[in-house]
């Protein structure tokens, strides 16, 4: 079994997965618009042609897929994103600092990455399409929190 999470934008999906790509040295193996759907779908503002309706990004053997929605076909679609986070975790903290300062770029820092009680590297972020991060240093055997 393979869970990946989806990811779900309003016009901005290629570029987002474009600076995903980027940011985790991963690849687009399929980006495919509305415009290139079966002739009978209901797509009619000529805008939407262009949007993605399937991304597929893989990292390693990991994944993410995407898509352009609109507020008639997604509820809350322009609502800011709440209830989830795409959690990225290495057991390189300077690894996990590059993703973490790449997804920020041009994003808000929710917590700053640093080390945590129960990590040497942690921080969280809403990257600028809105989505929220969250990148954790999964600790070496032995290893101890700092002491305050």
């Known amino acids: 079994m393979k869970i990946v999470t989806s990811l779900s934008f309003q016009g901005q999906c290629r570029e987002a997965f474009e600076f ?7 690849r687009i193996t399929a980006a495919f618009p509305y415009g290139d759907g079966p002739p009978d779908m209901p797509i009619s ?31 809350n679609i322009d609502k800011p994103k709440n209830g989830f986070d795409v959690t990225l975790h290495s057991q390189d903290a300077a690894e996990a600092r590059r993703w973490y300062d790449a997804l920020s770029e041009g994003g ?8 945590t ?10 990257d600028r399409f809105g ?17 305050g």
């Not at 009680?117 to 809403?126: A, D, H, M, R």
């Not at 070496?140 to 929190?145: D, K, L, N, S």
């Open 45 to 75: 503002d000529p805008k939407h042609k262009t949007w993605l309706m399937h991304c597929w990004l893989e990292v390693g053997d990991q994944a993410l897929m995407g898509a352009d929605m609109d507020v008639g076909w997604a509820r």
């Open 108 to 115: 808000t820092a929710v917590m700053p990455f640093g080390e």
């Open 20 to 26: 995903y790509a980027k940011a985790l040295g991963g």
């Open 131 to 147: 989505i929220p991060w969250m990148v954790n240093t999964m600790p070496a055997p032995g290893w101890q929190p700092p002491r």
């Open 117 to 126: 009680f129960w990590s040497p590297g942690f921080g969280s972020l809403v």
